[in-house]
């Protein structure tokens, strides 16, 4: 059996229904593919922080792609309230909301290097965006109450960033696609079909042909899985790995929930902890990022255990005594220069909208407008062709930098987990972990380095470094031809 659209989007997470609800409404004939309960996706298992600033860090303030994704941020922030507003006739959107304004806390736990570092730096992009902000005192935040070794420090208040129920956006996305005329076909791509030099459609699972002239690869982490049909792309495209993440919701003992989202800065590999409320009495606790070179569909019993005991110390004591609703596993995606992928590949007609890692669903609004946009042969007015997949890698820091990051953050893993050592023993683990890195840097390529995280985990997962290499090789030959 085969069926005509003009594009197929394979992914039904935020990206994927977002592209085709913008695209089904500017009257193209549109299918967004995915299984209805979306396997490994990043969206469900998101606290979904609408977070420009609070996710600003020292490293994205130094790079010129580190600024452009700031201000993609900030701009996506601006869309939301009329983007939410848009997709029910009978709702002005703020339904969706969860939470009203952010609090960013610094707390005792972590490093200066990283946690007072990314304080001072989300202040830093704040002035410079001319957004308000208050200053709270630390030891009044409504809500909060850590083990007393775990007590903020300083306190900020940033009443435009706030949350929506990620799993609501969801229902209400595809609802509004449907409305517009889009098509749902609840099953996976296996393959990308050619149709002489250029897309041809997809492969379901069942065997069924979907013809298109274009095909938008949006499957998050597992998008690879898609690309590889298509190996003399996937060759030269950055791969993607997981940023595989857990979260918890928690209804609370005592039937409260704070009015703000609670968090700090992004630490250790991580998107910093942080408390979003979703509803009176339920929170969410959120969350683990540690790459993983395929996307996990179950939470490890360590990561579960790290994440709900940085909840109970750092932010409320009695979430120990509270009911523990639900553990959710996400997979962000993550490509091995740890940039987006947006835009045409180089076979004509097969897209890619992915590698959005930890903001992706903050982002939507903006990417679906402008990719939907650039698919329908118009102008970007955001630089899209910064981020276009075929690409040598985007390195924003030197390997110095990348080395350093990386043993800062390995050591930050050390001292949030509360480890006890003698004085001198972190400095001689630094000392080691940072030859160790640079030698495993030096060795994969005398230019390009990966960035920290991948850096750190292709020492542990040998499938990772060998993408790097491969990638890296790729890429070389791509330039000299
Ligand atoms: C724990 C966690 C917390 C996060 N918190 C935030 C946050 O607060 N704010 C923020 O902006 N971002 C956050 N993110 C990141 C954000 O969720 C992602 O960047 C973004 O949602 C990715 O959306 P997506 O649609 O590209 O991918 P996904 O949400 O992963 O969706 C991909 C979909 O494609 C489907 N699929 C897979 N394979 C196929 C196939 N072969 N054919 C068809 N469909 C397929 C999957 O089942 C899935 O439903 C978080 C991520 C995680 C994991």
Known sequence: MSQAHDVVVVGNGSLGLSLGLVLAR??????????????????????????TFGEVTTTLLKSSHGRTKLDWAYQASKLWPEWLASLSPDSDGTDLLTAD????????????????????????????YGERFEDVDAEDVDWLDPEPTARPLQAMFLPHEHAVNAHSLLVRLEQAFLAAGGVVIPE????????????????????????????????GSATQAVLDTVPDQAAVIPRLVSGYGVSALVDTIDQTAPRSVIRTPNRAFACGLHVVPRGSSQVYVGATNVISPQPRRTALVSDVLFLLDCGVRQVRRNLGRSDLHRIQVGNRPVALDGMPLLG???LPGLWMMTGTYRDGLTLTPLLAREMA???????????????????????????AEIVNDTVTHM?????????????????????????AYTRIADEFDPVFTPPPELLASSRIHLSIAQSLRDYYAASKTAVAV
Not at 26 to 51: D, E, F, K, T, Y
Not at 375 to 382: A, D, K, M, Y
Not at 413 to 431: A, F, K, M
């Open 26 to 51: 500017r009257g193209v004939r549109v299918a967004v593919l995915g299984r209805p309960h979306r396997p490994g996706a990043a969206s469900s298992a998101a606290g979904a922080m609408i977070g």
């Open 188 to 219: 996976q791509a296996v393959r990308v079909d050619r149709v002489g030099d250029r897309t041809g459609g997809v492969t379901l699972e069942s065997g069924t042909v979907l013809s298109a002239g274009h095909v938008v690869l949006a499957a």
């Open 101 to 128: 304004g952010t609090i960013v806390m610094l707390n005792t736990v972590g490093l200066p290097e990283i946690d007072t570092e990314n304080y001072r730096a989300i202040r830093r992009a704040l002035s410079e």
């Open 373 to 399: 946009a650039v698919i329908l042969g118009e102008e970007s007015t955001i630089d899209l062709e910064l981020f276009r997949p075929v690409r040598p890698p985007i390195q924003p820091l030197s390997r």
């Open 411 to 435: 050591m930050a893993t050390g001292y949030e987990t509360n480890w006890r050592l003698p004085v001198d023993l972190p400095l001689t683990i630094e000392h080691y972990l940072r030859l």
């Open 344 to 346: 045409e590949t180089g």
